[in-house]
């Protein structure tokens, strides 16, 4: 019987709202003799948390034998195999990947500068996805995945990820909030040095940002308990929601002529 190796899963951009955080910068600009301030320029971050509504899962075979052609054909059948049990689930928003099907040289080093072939190594895999809205349905998904996976033969199989399916939608929601703040934060600032701002000059959003953290706490897949049936149960999943940050947002605002220079306090 094969061994059954777990590794990290790959493939889709994985991201997965509560209290959003925030972190922001002030500054006055000023004018041609540095006296008075000609506008107000401040800057933000936020970040959104999201329940994740897919999950990401990979799983493949590898062979090992002295015949290339005999690997060859072994691992074809064994992977088609696999990827019709994966097929069959017919999961919400179900989507399978093949991401490798290679069969190469095996190199032994019987001492030290020399090499020599021993045989021929088979691997194929595929990375699947479901999406669905209800959270609460991806856990059992999760454990459907290993457990088909298993049953059909994998020997590779991928500690399954949980993930937004539109992570860029929670960026943009990010960028909404990083906006608004930088907005709030000009306009205090401009009470408190006695001006009131005018138009927005300008509004710049780095390229940078949308950083996803992951969406089940960490947990061997060696570590997670067999249901009463056997195989994997999907009570062993915790699910966490999925942190977006949004990239720097600036904003400036020109002062508003009207009031004219700096208000003078009594």
Known sequence: MD?????????????AASQPQKASAVRFGHGDHGVDPTGVNASAVATVEKMP??????????????DQKAVQTELNQRSTALKKALQALD???????????????????????????????????????????VTENLPGYAAKLINTATDAGANQVGSPSFALSDP??????????????AKADAEAAARAAGVKV???????????????????????????????GGGVDAEVFE?????????????????????GSRTKKS
Request: hydrophobic share 40%; glycine share 10%; net charge positive.
């Open 53 to 66: 509504d897919a999950v990401l899962m990979s799983a493949g075979i590898s062979i090992h034998g002295k």
């Open 168 to 181: 860029k939608k929670a960026a943009r929601e990010a960028i909404d909030l990083a906006i608004a703040e």
């Open 239 to 259: 699910l966490v929601p999925i942190p977006v940050n949004s990239p720097t947002v600036s904003i400036r605002y020109a002062i508003d002529n009207k009031t």
């Open 3 to 15: 061994s059954i190796h777990f590794r990290a899963a790959g493939g889709w951009p994985i991201a």
């Open 198 to 228: 005018g138009k927005i000059e300008y509004v710049n959003v780095q390229s940078a940002g949308g950083h996803y953290g992951g969406g089940m706490r960490a947990m061997a897949m060696s570590a997670m308990p067999e249901s009463a």
């Open 91 to 133: 999961l919400p928003g179900q989507e399978i990947k093949s991401v490798r099907f290679s069969v190469q040289p095996h190199w032994v080093h019987p001492q030290r500068g020399e090499s020599k072939q021993d045989g021929w190594d088979g691997v194929a895999s595929y990375q699947v996805k479901a999406v669905d809205a």
